[in-house]
């Protein structure tokens, strides 16, 4: 471990619970590269802390390109759009941690929500060095040594160890020493400002044009350039987005099948239904009875 630093095992987790659940933590220590970028943001409704342990990276969060370095704490609260960049060459390490809460306890309510108002920062990105890092970092070196030497990890250890790091956190708020770096081209600055523009607006009708007149450039140019930055057309991104916010209503919500068509913006049920199937492989109802089967859980979006 490098002084101030965070202890490492690739490949390792650490579970508390699973997604869904009031309380849950995935700890998850591992490498990506640069061949596995992932070419979606995506959302999700429990918390994640990103923390690079390698030089550099970049984390499009919400449209916004962002510069990392090692050690950098990136906070995503529930439903911000992020996808994390990784650079040509080795692979990176990285620990993720997704984790959720119960909304409220008795007494703690204030507490609770001044712990997690770094989350809520217009650049929720934090850069400790010296010993505000290791204050910051202690507890998590504690919950992975506990880990390794109990064969049935006690959940309010986990808990109790966690909140102390979101405590210190907040508590170094004024050594933030993070700066907006320019990262990324102008290009994919504007792509990805299109694609935050999709996300929010789903369920509108979107398209070439219309998009094009919203961001006053030409649809050729939006076309070429789209497909460059993000891998896909900017229809198959568009289905893509529609698509992944019928299957969390899917998952999370009662609704009418009908109706979720039409609330992501499809035009007719027959067209949902054509894209469901292409790109999920199953029906609508076949994705909702499949994931209400017992043991069947959300994959967790590490990267």
Known sequence: MLENGLL?????????????????????????????????????????????????????????IHALRQYDIVLLRPYLLHMTQYPEGPPHK?????????????????????????????????????????????????????????????????????QQFLCALSQQQDKNSYVLEEAGSANAQKIYSITAYIHSNYSSELSLDSISREFFISPYYLSHQFRIVT???????????????????????????????????FTSFSQFNRIFNKLSGMSPSAFRKQQALPGSTPALLSY
């Not at 659940?21 to 640069?34: I, N």
């Not at 989350?119 to 970092?137: C, D, H, M, N």
């Open 231 to 265: 891998g896909s057309t900017l229809t198959e991104y568009i289905q893509t987005t529609r698509v992944r916010k019928a299957q969390h209503l899917l998952v999370h919500t009662r609704h009418k099948i009908s109706g979720i068509a039409e609330q992501c913006g």
């Open 94 to 162: 990285r620990l993720i941690i997704n984790f959720a809460m119960p909304a409220s306890t008795p007494g703690l309510e204030n507490a609770y929500k001044s712990m997690l108002l770094p989350f809520a920062e217009e650049i929720p990105i934090y850069r400790l060095t010296g010993e505000p890092r290791s204050a910051v970092f202690d507890p998590l070196n504690t919950i992975f040594t506990q880990s390794h030497n109990s064969s049935a990890l006690n959940p309010v250890l986990v808990h109790t160890l966690f």
């Open 8 to 64: 490492y095992e690739q490949g390792y987790s650490v579970n508390i619970n699973t997604p869904g659940d009031p309380l849950f933590y995935y700890f998850d220590y591992d490498e990506r590269s640069h061949n596995i970028n992932m070419e979606f943001q995506h959302d999700h409704d429990f918390y994640e802390i990103h923390i690079l342990m390698d030089s550099r990276a970049t984390h499009v969060i919400d449209g916004k």
